[in-house]
């Protein structure tokens, strides 16, 4: 080949091309008429920015439960994202984060993006029982999130072992000194029992377990001689005479144990029961919250998310955002109360 027929490498100058002016103005109208047409684009991945939640969800939603996998938080957790996917239209991914009765779970998700692809299911404990234990100021805080959907609440049942003398309540209050265990420090097991023997003036010790079935155990072993349990711990020890129920901490009787009364029933006024409800950061945008909501209420009418719940004796809580947030700023400030009138220091029992 001719060496000298080859093109220079590089660019190619070439004389500009000159439009008349009226075919210049014309050009350029043209050229910002299609500018305006083209849609929006967000910095992170295209699409639209979801202010308006018209393209939500467009990935997989990531459930978060501060708890160890096995437990009444995931179970819940785990039938919800089920029965979900269909109708929010995207996978539900549950992660478990466990630690600090809920804390590490809800600083993670809480300080995030709320854009509704990071949401907890978390456990009204962590905000009405927990500020009575620790003064934690760097605790996650009501104004941290923004409540989406309540989902269950769960009793606690009073209960003593089978050859107890105690057959009622006003039985146990009268027998003086009482050794109880609870399932935790920080739990509605801890804080029912304190209410009840301080409003009935008992000199009583709390003993704390790790959970329902070390303290079933307890109670079987009579280690203690009463215990507050959830209905899914206690109903086949009842069922089997190996536990005696003597009340019930609920508004109302339990559906699982529907002749055991109330304490309120008994002559104390203490209600105390776990309730779990769906939670994303603060600031997520209205129209986002509403589809997530409207996808749960959905997910939560599903004959296989009701199973689970009868399965374990955990009743639903049909409550909007507004309402979730009233209910456990309620609690957390009656608890407080009662715990200063009574004198009951529950950092004591950690």
């Known amino acids: 080949m001719n060496m000298s ?19 210049f103005l014309a050009a350029g109208a043209a050229l910002a008429l299609a500018v305006t047409a083209l849609p929006a684009c967000s910095v992170e991945g295209g699409g639209s920015s979801g202010g308006d939640g018209g393209d939500y969800p467009s990935r997989a939603v990531e459930f978060t439960v501060p708890t160890e996998p096995g437990g009444s938080t995931d179970t819940i957790t785990r039938a919800l994202a089920k029965s979900i996917e269909k109708p929010l239209g ?6 478990n984060k466990p630690g600090a009765n809920g804390k590490i779970a809800g ?32 605790a996650v805080k009501l104004e941290d999130m923004t409540f989406v959907k309540g989902l269950t609440v769960e009793d606690f049942v009073l209960v003593v072992p089978k050859d107890s003398k105690a057959r009622t309540l ?9 050794r109880y265990g609870t399932t935790g420090a920080g739990t509605g097991s801890q804080l029912a029992q304190a209410l009840l023997f301080g409003l009935a003036k008992v000199r009583a010790t709390a003993v704390p377990f790790d959970g329902g079935a070390p303290l079933a155990s307890a109670l079987l072993g009579r280690k203690v001689d009463a215990g507050a349990l959830h209905p899914a711990d206690a109903v086949k020890h009842i069922e089997a005479g190996n536990l005696r129920p003597l009340a019930v901490f609920g508004s109302r009787r339990s559906q699982a144990l529907p002749d ?7 002559g104390y006024k203490i209600v105390v029961d776990q309730r779990r409800f769906v939670a994303a950061p603060a600031g997520l945008p209205a129209a986002v919250r509403d589809k997530l909501a409207e ?26 955002g507004d309402e979730v947030g009233r209910q456990l700023t309620k609690s957390r400030d009656d608890f407080a109360a009662m715990t200063k009138t009574l004198g009951i220091d529950l950092t004591g029992q950690r």
């Open 107 to 138: 600083k993670d998700v809480f300080s995030g993006k709320p854009d509704g692809y990071r949401v907890a299911v978390m456990p009204q404990s962590l905000f009405a029982i927990g500020p009575l234990m620790v003064k934690d100021p760097d």
């Open 170 to 178: 006003k039985d146990l209050v009268e027998s003086g000194d009482v």
């Open 5 to 23: 027929t080859r093109r220079p490498r590089g660019r190619v100058a070439t004389a500009p091309t000159v439009l008349p002016r009226r075919r």
């Open 295 to 320: 996808a749960i209420d959905k997910a939560v009418a599903s004959p296989e998310y009701g199973q689970v719940l009868q399965r374990n004796h955990i009743g639903r809580w049909d409550a909007g």
């Open 90 to 95: 995207a996978q539900a991914v549950v992660v």
């Open 260 to 266: 055991v009364p109330t304490a309120t029933e008994s």
